[in-house]
């Protein structure tokens, strides 16, 4: 099987490397393919990624390409792990909404949007090459904000599925608290990308999710950054990311206190390309947990392998509501289990969503809307609609001023903001 990555020259790339080879069996590749236009990254990685494969007996070769037409052809499965702008986009993302008192991060808020205004149009395109490359592969974006990216795809009409790495980290989390392997532990996950609950643990199909809450609450609490006693009070787990939410103000004064993520991640990634040079090395780096993304490969292996296999198993995906939550557009994107197999996902039945946080995933999925409309058509009015609909930001003033300021900020990536920005 030939799988091709898009954003190959990612630090991440060897992250996904370490679970091809570790799950070959499950996913036996025979060619991978890393597309990236940056060729130095490019080759560093790819020669890291060959050294990897050659320590650990597998047999596929590494490739690469800097055009998606040269790097897809023949592909069963396209992955797409891009960041327009790379770092330095992402540290204005993070950076210049915290001068309006708003949170700064890369896939919620203001900072989300700007990623998105940015992203989305690349994406597309890079899709309609792969459609017309390699028609029959599947497209499995691990790109942020992956929520609004995914539905950009799937309303253009391509095989798409998203994917996130959060479910999976809970599922590892829960199973290590409870001593037990993670086969055994499934999820009662609910939400939007990055903006989900889980409402129960199931071992074995029985929910033991009281248990979890009082053996391990605290430890809970601390890895998702909110308080026990909320935890203990909901007696559900959010998400981390339900953190800007529900501790805004005090996110804001910490993120003004200490450099960006984006500034921590860029220096990162020079030592870690350094270490990609190194002949010598072969086999992850440690600094690579440090960087984010745990057990990602270990869910793009899962999820592609399903839809190659039609295994028909039940796995975490970003996907069409259609239903699934009454209280949405079927066009929404959720994030919820569902069956995987080979003419794609399905979502399996999600019990009713209490208001506490079905009003907040139908807040944040009405911005989502107005963020792609914004994405797709330019504009800022539209992007002043999609901050005033944010729960985050959602003041006249306010918006209309972060508009104004993202689109500045972005002007070099987005085709209708010349000098004199379009307001519509």
């Not at 989502?368 to 409309?373: D, F, S, T, V």
Request: aromatic share 4%.
């Amino acid at each position: 099987m030939k799988l091709a990555v898009v954003g190959g020259g990612s630090t991440y790339t060897p992250e996904l490397i370490d679970g091809f080879a570790r799950l070959r069996d499950e996913l036996p590749l025979s060619e991978i393919v890393l597309i990236d236009p940056d060729e130095r990254r490019l080759s560093l990685v790819s020669a890291m990624a060959s050294r990897m494969l050659l320590r650990a007996g597998h047999p596929a070769t590494v490739s690469t390409a800097t055009t998606i037409e040269d790097g897809v052809a023949g592909a069963q499965a396209v992955l797409l792990q891009l960041r327009v702008g790379g770092q330095a986009a992402r540290d204005v993302d993070e950076t210049l909404p915290l001068d309006c008192g708003c949170v700064g991060q890369e896939t919620t808020g203001a900072g989300g949007l700007a990623k998105a205004l940015r992203t989305v149009p690349v994406v597309l395109d890079i899709a309609e090459r792969v459609a017309r490359a390699a028609p029959d592969a599947w497209i499995v974006d691990f790109t942020n904000p992956v929520g609004i990216v995914t539905r950009a795809l799937l309303q253009a009409g391509h095989r798409a599925i998203g994917l996130c790495n959060v479910a999976i980290g809970f599922q590892r989390r829960f199973a290590a608290s409870l001593g037990v392997t993670p086969d055994r532990i499934s999820l009662g996950h609910v939400g939007l990308n990055h903006l989900t609950w889980e409402r129960a643990v199931y071992l074995d199909g029985q929910d033991v999710l009281p248990q979890v809450l009082a053996d391990h609450g605290e430890r809970i609490a601390e890895d998702v950054g909110l308080p026990a006693s909320l935890i203990r009070r909901l007696g559900v787990v959010p998400s981390y990311y339900l953190r800007y939410f529900y501790e805004h103000d005090a996110v804001v004064a910490e993120q003004r206190s200490k450099p960006s993520r984006a500034a921590e991640v860029a220096a990162m990634e020079e030592s870690l390309l350094a270490m990609y040079a190194d002949p010598a090395v072969d086999t992850k780096p440690a600094l690579l947990e440090k960087r984010g993304g745990a057990f990602y490969s270990e869910s793009a292996v899962a999820l592609i392998a399903s839809l190659v296999n039609d295994r028909g198993d039940t796995q975490v995906v970003n996907l069409r509501n259609d239903g699934t939550l009454p209280f949405l557009a079927d066009d929404a994107v959720i994030e919820v289990p569902a069956r995987v197999g080979a003419s794609g996902a399905v979502a399996l039945p999600v019990d009713p969503v209490e208001p506490l946080y079905a009003g907040l995933i139908a807040h944040v999925t009405a911005y989502e809307a107005l963020a792609l409309e914004a994405a797709l058509h330019g504009g800022v009015d539209r992007v002043t609609d999609a901050l005033l609909a944010h729960p985050l930001i959602g003041q006249a003033s306010l918006s209309a001023d972060l508009a104004e300021r993202l689109v500045a900020a972005n002007r070099s990536y987005l085709p209708w903001a010349g000098d004199g920005a379009v307001r519509a």
